[in-house]
């Protein structure tokens, strides 16, 4: 098993092409996904809320807390 841990601040066009990838290279079960997404205002808590997944975590900050703080919230 493979814990994939992302923190992410207005990426969500990176981080679709990430999920993509991530998703067409490794069967479903052999990783646990988490998000934390730095209070970004381009839609990436919205995109990622509407990911149907298993094994998927997420956090939304309200405001960025910055690299640490997101990945302590995981």
Not at 17 to 44: A, R
């Amino acid at each position: 098993m493979i814990d994939v841990c992302v923190t992410t601040y207005n990426g969500k066009e990176q981080l679709k092409k990430f999920l993509d990838t991530l998703y067409s290279d490794y069967e479903p079960g052999v990783f646990t996904l988490y998000i934390s997404d730095n209070g970004s205002k381009d839609g990436t808590a919205e995109y990622v809320a509407s990911i149907e997944a298993p094994s998927l975590g997420a956090k939304f900050m309200n405001h960025n807390i910055g690299y640490a703080g997101a990945c302590n919230k995981m």
